[in-house]
Protein backbone atom coordinates (compact mmCIF):
# COMPACT_ATOMS: atom_id res chain seq x y z
CA UNK A 1 0.00 0.00 0.00
CA UNK A 2 1.74 3.65 -1.10
CA UNK A 3 2.29 5.77 1.59
CA UNK A 4 3.07 9.60 2.53
CA UNK A 5 3.74 9.56 6.43
CA UNK A 6 3.42 13.01 7.91
CA UNK A 7 5.64 12.48 11.23
CA UNK A 8 2.71 14.58 13.42
CA UNK A 9 -1.08 14.29 14.10
CA UNK A 10 -0.87 17.45 15.90
CA UNK A 11 1.41 19.89 16.97
CA UNK A 12 0.91 23.28 19.24
CA UNK A 13 3.50 25.73 19.28
CA UNK A 14 4.62 29.24 20.73
CA UNK A 15 4.99 32.07 18.41
CA UNK A 16 7.97 32.76 17.17
CA UNK A 17 9.44 29.12 17.48
CA UNK A 18 11.10 27.50 14.73
CA UNK A 19 8.99 24.54 13.65
CA UNK A 20 9.81 21.63 11.80
CA UNK A 21 7.22 19.40 9.52
CA UNK A 22 8.46 16.21 8.19
CA UNK A 23 7.13 14.07 5.22
CA UNK A 24 8.47 10.36 3.77
CA UNK A 25 7.16 9.11 1.06
CA UNK A 26 7.91 5.05 0.01
CA UNK A 27 7.04 5.20 -3.50
CA UNK A 28 10.21 6.91 -5.19
CA UNK A 29 8.07 9.92 -6.39
CA UNK A 30 9.48 12.76 -7.66
CA UNK A 31 8.01 15.47 -7.37
CA UNK A 32 6.46 16.32 -3.47
CA UNK A 33 4.83 19.28 -2.24
CA UNK A 34 3.44 21.09 0.48
CA UNK A 35 -0.04 22.51 0.92
CA UNK A 36 -2.21 24.31 3.20
CA UNK A 37 -5.47 24.04 4.08
CA UNK A 38 -8.30 26.55 5.57
CA UNK A 39 -11.88 26.93 5.53
CA UNK A 40 -13.16 28.45 2.64
CA UNK A 41 -10.00 28.65 0.95
CA UNK A 42 -8.95 24.94 -0.19
CA UNK A 43 -5.99 23.82 -0.52
CA UNK A 44 -2.83 26.26 -1.43
CA UNK A 45 0.43 25.50 -2.34
CA UNK A 46 3.51 26.68 -0.43
CA UNK A 47 6.61 24.94 -2.11
CA UNK A 48 7.11 22.25 -3.91
CA UNK A 49 10.28 19.85 -5.32
CA UNK A 50 10.76 17.68 -8.51
CA UNK A 51 14.01 15.89 -7.49
CA UNK A 52 16.46 16.53 -4.45
CA UNK A 53 18.08 19.77 -3.36
CA UNK A 54 15.24 21.44 -5.71
CA UNK A 55 12.56 23.14 -4.35
CA UNK A 56 10.36 25.84 -6.13
CA UNK A 57 7.63 28.46 -4.54
CA UNK A 58 4.30 28.36 -4.62
CA UNK A 59 1.63 30.12 -3.92
CA UNK A 60 2.30 31.37 -0.62
CA UNK A 61 6.20 30.59 0.03
CA UNK A 62 6.15 33.68 2.96
CA UNK A 63 7.47 32.64 6.37
CA UNK A 64 8.18 29.03 5.25
CA UNK A 65 11.47 26.92 3.58
CA UNK A 66 11.51 23.42 2.75
CA UNK A 67 14.13 21.16 2.85
CA UNK A 68 14.58 18.12 0.19
CA UNK A 69 18.10 16.32 1.09
CA UNK A 70 16.81 12.92 0.24
CA UNK A 71 14.35 11.77 -2.65
CA UNK A 72 11.50 10.61 0.12
CA UNK A 73 11.61 12.91 2.28
CA UNK A 74 10.42 16.56 1.87
CA UNK A 75 10.24 18.62 5.13
CA UNK A 76 8.92 22.12 6.04
CA UNK A 77 9.79 24.54 7.77
CA UNK A 78 8.71 27.45 9.72
CA UNK A 79 11.14 30.11 10.55
CA UNK A 80 9.59 31.74 13.05
CA UNK A 81 6.23 30.62 13.85
CA UNK A 82 3.22 32.97 13.79
CA UNK A 83 -0.39 32.62 14.95
CA UNK A 84 -2.14 32.90 11.11
CA UNK A 85 0.64 30.10 10.31
CA UNK A 86 -2.25 28.15 12.16
CA UNK A 87 -3.62 25.58 10.01
CA UNK A 88 -3.66 22.06 8.43
CA UNK A 89 -0.72 21.17 6.59
CA UNK A 90 -0.47 18.69 4.09
CA UNK A 91 2.50 16.72 1.90
CA UNK A 92 1.79 15.67 -1.23
CA UNK A 93 3.94 13.47 -3.82
CA UNK A 94 3.63 12.27 -7.32
CA UNK A 95 5.66 11.08 -10.02
CA UNK A 96 7.63 13.53 -12.12
CA UNK A 97 4.95 14.21 -15.06
CA UNK A 98 1.85 12.88 -12.85
CA UNK A 99 1.31 16.04 -11.05
CA UNK A 100 -2.25 15.28 -11.37
CA UNK A 101 -2.58 12.13 -9.40
CA UNK A 102 -1.08 13.28 -6.38
CA UNK A 103 -0.92 10.98 -3.07
CA UNK A 104 -1.30 12.73 0.23
CA UNK A 105 -0.57 12.20 4.11
CA UNK A 106 -2.96 12.42 6.68
CA UNK A 107 -2.21 16.01 7.33
CA UNK A 108 -0.56 17.98 10.29
CA UNK A 109 -3.05 20.40 12.33
CA UNK A 110 -0.22 22.93 13.59
CA UNK A 111 -1.98 25.62 16.35
CA UNK A 112 0.64 28.62 16.98
CA UNK A 113 -0.24 30.27 20.42
CA UNK B 1 -12.61 36.15 -9.42
CA UNK B 2 -11.00 33.13 -8.09
CA UNK B 3 -9.59 30.41 -10.54
CA UNK B 4 -11.94 27.59 -9.58
CA UNK B 5 -14.93 28.15 -7.83
CA UNK B 6 -16.93 25.93 -5.75
CA UNK B 7 -20.24 25.66 -3.35
CA UNK B 8 -18.97 24.77 0.18
CA UNK B 9 -22.22 23.26 1.41
CA UNK B 10 -22.80 21.60 3.76
CA UNK B 11 -24.60 18.92 1.40
CA UNK B 12 -27.28 17.00 3.51
CA UNK B 13 -28.99 14.26 1.33
CA UNK B 14 -30.77 10.97 2.38
CA UNK B 15 -29.26 7.63 1.91
CA UNK B 16 -29.53 6.45 -1.48
CA UNK B 17 -29.86 9.81 -2.91
CA UNK B 18 -28.34 11.10 -6.43
CA UNK B 19 -25.83 13.61 -5.41
CA UNK B 20 -24.20 16.37 -7.78
CA UNK B 21 -21.44 18.27 -6.84
CA UNK B 22 -20.37 20.98 -9.09
CA UNK B 23 -17.22 23.39 -9.86
CA UNK B 24 -16.59 26.23 -12.48
CA UNK B 25 -13.58 27.71 -13.67
CA UNK B 26 -12.20 30.75 -15.49
CA UNK B 27 -9.21 29.13 -16.73
CA UNK B 28 -9.75 27.81 -20.49
CA UNK B 29 -6.25 26.42 -20.68
CA UNK B 30 -7.03 23.69 -17.94
CA UNK B 31 -7.57 20.01 -19.57
CA UNK B 32 -7.30 17.89 -16.48
CA UNK B 33 -9.80 17.31 -13.72
CA UNK B 34 -9.78 15.52 -11.06
CA UNK B 35 -12.11 15.12 -7.91
CA UNK B 36 -10.69 14.19 -4.45
CA UNK B 37 -12.59 12.96 -1.13
CA UNK B 38 -11.28 14.11 2.10
CA UNK B 39 -12.37 12.42 5.00
CA UNK B 40 -12.56 14.21 8.14
CA UNK B 41 -9.32 14.37 9.73
CA UNK B 42 -7.57 12.60 6.75
CA UNK B 43 -5.97 13.98 3.85
CA UNK B 44 -7.41 14.21 0.53
CA UNK B 45 -7.46 10.94 -2.14
CA UNK B 46 -8.00 11.36 -5.63
CA UNK B 47 -11.01 9.72 -6.57
CA UNK B 48 -11.70 10.34 -10.43
CA UNK B 49 -9.43 11.75 -13.26
CA UNK B 50 -10.59 13.12 -16.22
CA UNK B 51 -8.85 14.71 -19.40
CA UNK B 52 -10.46 17.36 -21.40
CA UNK B 53 -14.50 17.01 -21.94
CA UNK B 54 -16.73 14.84 -21.47
CA UNK B 55 -17.30 11.39 -19.24
CA UNK B 56 -16.01 9.12 -16.82
CA UNK B 57 -17.37 6.42 -14.79
CA UNK B 58 -16.36 4.54 -12.40
CA UNK B 59 -19.05 2.40 -10.06
CA UNK B 60 -21.30 4.83 -8.43
CA UNK B 61 -19.46 7.52 -9.57
CA UNK B 62 -19.52 9.49 -12.74
CA UNK B 63 -17.06 12.60 -13.50
CA UNK B 64 -18.58 15.01 -16.71
CA UNK B 65 -16.79 17.67 -17.82
CA UNK B 66 -18.31 20.70 -20.32
CA UNK B 67 -14.96 22.80 -21.40
CA UNK B 68 -17.16 24.96 -23.38
CA UNK B 69 -19.25 26.26 -19.97
CA UNK B 70 -16.08 25.45 -18.01
CA UNK B 71 -18.08 23.33 -15.71
CA UNK B 72 -17.80 20.26 -14.02
CA UNK B 73 -19.23 17.45 -12.52
CA UNK B 74 -19.29 14.89 -9.97
CA UNK B 75 -22.50 12.43 -9.51
CA UNK B 76 -22.82 9.61 -7.07
CA UNK B 77 -25.49 7.28 -7.52
CA UNK B 78 -26.88 5.56 -4.81
CA UNK B 79 -25.47 7.55 -2.27
CA UNK B 80 -24.46 5.85 1.22
CA UNK B 81 -23.44 6.87 4.53
CA UNK B 82 -19.98 5.70 3.60
CA UNK B 83 -19.59 8.42 1.42
CA UNK B 84 -20.01 11.51 3.68
CA UNK B 85 -16.83 13.85 3.11
CA UNK B 86 -15.41 16.77 1.92
CA UNK B 87 -15.16 16.64 -2.20
CA UNK B 88 -12.41 18.51 -3.99
CA UNK B 89 -12.27 19.57 -7.22
CA UNK B 90 -8.79 19.84 -8.87
CA UNK B 91 -7.75 20.94 -12.21
CA UNK B 92 -4.68 21.36 -13.70
CA UNK B 93 -3.31 22.53 -17.79
CA UNK B 94 -0.91 19.64 -18.29
CA UNK B 95 -0.47 16.61 -16.42
CA UNK B 96 2.93 18.26 -14.79
CA UNK B 97 1.77 22.03 -14.22
CA UNK B 98 0.73 23.02 -10.78
CA UNK B 99 -3.02 21.89 -9.71
CA UNK B 100 -5.29 24.30 -8.72
CA UNK B 101 -7.83 23.21 -6.15
CA UNK B 102 -11.09 24.52 -5.15
CA UNK B 103 -12.44 24.89 -1.90
CA UNK B 104 -14.24 21.59 -1.24
CA UNK B 105 -18.05 20.80 -0.65
CA UNK B 106 -18.83 19.07 2.42
CA UNK B 107 -21.62 16.32 2.02
CA UNK B 108 -23.58 14.18 4.53
CA UNK B 109 -25.72 11.19 3.53
CA UNK B 110 -28.07 10.24 6.48
CA UNK B 111 -29.14 6.65 7.02
Known amino acids: DVKVTQSSRYLVKRTGEKVFLECVQD?????MFWYRQDPGLGLRLIYF???????EKGDIPEGYSVSREKKERFSLILESASTNQTSMYLC????????????FGQGTRLTVV | QKEVEQDPGPLSVPEGAIVSLNCTYS??????FMWYRQYSRKGPELLMY????GNKEDGRFTAQVDKSSKYISLFIRDSQPSDSATYLC???????????FGPGTSLSVIP
Open chain 1, 92 to 103: ASSSLHRATEAF
Open chain 1, 27 to 31: MDHEN
Open chain 1, 49 to 55: SYDVKMK
Open chain 2, 27 to 32: NSAFQY
Open chain 2, 50 to 53: TYSS
Open chain 2, 90 to 100: AMSGTSYDKVI
